[in-house]
């Protein structure tokens, strides 16, 4: 079931993106976990994310990069962002080792033209929530 869950939200990623035309934007961004549902302690179980979100237009990326735990699990994560204003999106990932999806959004606030900070939360078909923030970095244009 779960791989049949995971087959479709790629395809409607490919499907989304397929259709989509844009500015090849290019941001690198990396979070850290502040608070997940599943932690027992503070630092037993540290998670740390970096993907790379290519623009397909101001509204529409396709991310890929992977997650990382101290625990010693490494998941490659393929996903989508789709910002519903400049500094707000929603996100979809699959995550891939740790098999499974995550459903969020987030806030992305510009420090300057190219650095960002960003907070988000995510909530996994597993039954866990996580809170996140992190920093981005533009490359291309920036309009």
Do not use: P
């Not at 290019?26 to 503070?42: A, P, Q, R, W």
């Amino acid at each position: 079931m779960r791989k049949n869950i995971i087959l479709i939200a790629l395809t409607l990623l490919v499907a989304i993106s397929a259709k989509a035309q844009g500015s090849g934007d290019l941001m690198i961004n990396g979070g850290l976990d502040l608070l997940k549902s599943d932690n027992n302690g503070f630092g037993n179980e540290v998670q740390l994310g970096v993907e790379a979100n290519y623009f397909f237009n101001s509204e529409l990326t396709a991310s890929a990069g992977f997650e990382n735990w101290t625990s010693g699990t490494t998941s490659i994560v393929l996903g989508t962002r789709y910002y519903i204003k400049d500094d707000i999106f929603a996100r979809v990932r699959a995550l891939f080792g740790e098999n499974d999806i995550s459903i969020g959004g987030g806030y992305s606030h510009s420090l300057n033209k190219h650095w960002r900070i960003e907070a988000m939360g995510d909530i996994y078909l597993e039954g866990d929530f996580a809170l996140r923030g992190g920093v981005a970095y533009m490359f291309g244009k920036v309009n």
